[in-house]
């Protein structure tokens, strides 16, 4: 290699060393002078280099010593500084102000728009129009459809372009869009003789949603109106047609009666027609005004006021045939106030005070409705055989009793009687309650209406009322009440409890030692339900299993397990209702065959008229419940 060559790659070596130990360095941070928080992508640009501020606002860039650099960020004031090593940059806020923008329907013009559309002119639309509205008079031109409910054009009516729906087409009235915000679809009877009012129609057949949003992606319909005349216009228009159909309208236009800048334009319409069909009757009534002033611009004012009514258009039903329907709540408020009147006069011949009668009165109402709703929620969980009647009547007597105790004194002498009174009104709300609560959930799996039930269960407590003295007196002939044979537990119970808050004999600590029970059942079955337990303890059910006799208690577990142990082998559903309708008529059968038995008695006045077998009769019947609940096994563990 020559000498030159050496010294010409040392001088450039030189100079680019040189050159480097010209350069450095420079860090920092942008930040927004008005709250101190971080500028994220600001722009840096010098003359040789650019860069942008990271997500902490921070830069990092390399540039020869002294040079400067411009930081440019959208919303704030561009600044250019000189660089530093470790610098920080603070923008200032800059409001941007942007041109007007206007955002306006458009119409198609001809060999201009890339659409299809069909333009309607007024003339036009007069040869065509007498009653029907927009939908029927487009319904001739190509791509479109119309259909009338009523048969006439009036009423409810639909539209379609190329197919397409009217929640797919969008429709302007003067620019005004009329698709509801929701369905996108038209109520074209809410604006009755609309047509009489146009000066043109355009359909735009295809998709327009780039202009019209949305609801116009199968076309659009654009009504315009005129209120500006070259000359005065006075008309009116009476006609007739089929189905009753009648029309009356009357309408001006001022033209130069007003002056060269001022437009007045008023129509009345009045429009009826019974359809083709029946229940498809409609009335229509309109008023239209629109003010125009012509200046420097044009300014319009326009009002549609009317009214319209239109029957049935649909097979409709009757109100009382709705599945939801219940008796209004208005008039079982009133009969509740009725009935509570002749219980208060029974209130008062008991205790001879109206004070306390009301309050009695009161305290049954309340008792009454909370204790209704707990036997109608037992009902639903555990069926109407397991009412809690007694426990409520019990809480109610108690509470009752207390009250009277209070009021009366521990001499009085009605105030057992009148808490025993107070606890069988609920006693029969809670009951009737819980089986017509009973009754609608059979009903409501049947498909049957709340309304017609409740209605009939109305029919059946008043008839039960009326032949229950007759059945009482029967059972209690025949059996004593509050004998062995018929002990009614719950009445002594009753009668007990009423007794000892009287003369100071109630225990108590069971009274409380229950309700302690109850509050610990409650914890445990959250805690239950909180990890997904399938076990499960709801106090109430305790409390009836607890409550109830062992001689009810023990068919129930046996029905029970009976039940269970047939699904385990394999039973059908149509197995498990076959056991379930028998299982219901051995209680309806027990209830009836009682009474059967009581009824020989009652009319002869003799109680051993049934035969006497052999002593040891019993077994016949242990050898009966047994066979008997073989037999339920076998039909709910049936595969078929």
Not at 22 to 30: A, C, E, L, W
Not at 168 to 183: C, H, K, T, Y
Request: proline share 3%; charged share 15%.
């Amino acid at each position: 290699m020559s000498n030159f060559k050496k010294n010409l790659i040392l001088i450039i070596l030189f100079s680019n060393n040189l050159a480097i130990s010209q350069t450095q360095n420079f860090n920092g941070v942008v930040i927004d002078k008005d709250n101190g928080k971080p500028l994220v992508g600001v722009n840096i640009i010098g003359r040789d280099f650019g860069t942008s501020s990271n997500e902490f606002g921070e830069f990092s860039l390399e540039a020869e010593k002294n040079s400067t650099a411009l930081f440019k960020y959208v919303g704030f004031d561009s600044v250019e500084l000189k660089l530093d090593k470790n610098m920080s940059v603070f923008l200032n806020r800059k409001p941007i102000a942007f041109n007007e923008i206007d955002v306006v329907a458009t119409r198609a013009i001809d060999k201009v728009s890339p659409v299809s559309f069909s333009n309607l002119t007024s003339d036009e639309i007069k040869m065509r129009y007498s009653a029907e509205d927009v939908p029927m008079i487009l319904s001739s031109e190509p791509g479109v459809w119309a259909y009338s409910e009523s048969g006439n054009g009036t009423g409810y009516y639909y539209v379609t372009i190329r197919g397409f729906d009217q929640s797919r087409i969008a429709v302007f009235f003067d620019g005004v869009p009329l698709n509801d915000n929701e369905s996108h679809q038209v109520y074209w009877v809410d604006h009755g003789d609309l047509l009489s009012d146009v000066d043109n129609i355009q359909i735009q057949r295809g998709i327009g949603n780039n202009l019209y949003g949305s609801s116009a992606f199968g076309g659009s319909i654009n009504v315009n109106t005129k209120i500006a005349s070259d000359e005065r216009e006075i008309s009116g228009t009476i006609g007739s047609g089929d189905w009753n159909t009648q029309k009356i309208r009357a309408s001006y236009r001022s033209g130069s009666d007003l002056g060269d800048d001022i437009s007045l334009a008023v129509r009345l319409s009045d429009i009826k027609s019974d359809g083709y069909r029946q229940f498809h009757d409609s009335y229509q009534r309109g008023f239209s005004l629109g003010l125009e002033h012509r200046g420097k611009a044009i300014n319009q004012f326009r009002a549609l006021i009317g009214y319209e009514n239109t029957d049935l258009l649909w097979d409709g039903i009757y109100f009382n045939d709705i599945e939801e329907n219940d008796i209004p709540i208005n008039y079982v408020g009133i009969a509740l106030l009725v009935l509570i009147i002749p219980v208060f006069m029974l209130y008062l011949d008991i205790v001879s005070s109206v004070g306390i009668a009301a309050l009695l009165s009161i305290v049954m109402m309340v008792f009454g409705f909370l204790f209704s709703a707990v036997a109608a929620y037992m009902a639903g969980v555990v069926g109407s055989s397991n009412n809690p009647v007694s426990g409520v009547t019990i809480a109610t007597i108690l509470f009752a009793s207390l009250l009277l105790l209070a009021l009366l004194g521990t001499g009085s002498g009605v105030g057992a009687a009148s808490a025993v009174m107070v606890g069988a009104v609920v006693c029969c709300a809670a009951a009737i309650g819980g089986d017509n609560l009973q009754d609608l959930k059979a009903g409501n799996i049947l498909g049957a209406t709340p309304y017609k039930q409740q209605i009939m269960q109305i029919i059946g407590t008043v008839s039960s009322a009326v032949v229950l003295g007759l059945v009482l007196d029967i059972l209690h002939t025949a059996y004593t009440i509050g004998s062995p044979t018929l002990s009614a537990p719950q009445a002594t119970l009753m009668k007990s409890v009423s007794d000892g808050v009287f003369t100071g004999n109630l225990p108590w600590n069971f009274v409380f030692i229950g309700g302690i029970i109850a509050i610990i059942l409650i914890l445990i079955d959250l805690r239950q339900e909180k990890i997904g337990s399938d076990f499960r303890v709801p106090v109430l059910a305790v409390a009836v299993g607890i409550y109830l006799p062992i001689t009810l208690t023990v068919p129930i577990f046996i029905g029970g397990m009976v039940n269970h142990l047939g699904k385990k082998a394999g039973g059908s559903a149509k197995s498990e209702k076959n056991g379930l309708l028998m299982s219901s008529g051995f209680i309806t059968g027990e209830a009836l065959c009682g009474i059967g038995i009581a009824v020989p008695v009652f009319l002869t006045g003799v109680k051993d008229w049934w035969p006497t077998f052999y002593e040891k009769s019993d077994m016949i019947g242990v050898f009966v419940f047994i066979s008997i609940i073989f037999w339920l096994f076998k039909t709910v563990s049936n595969k078929d």
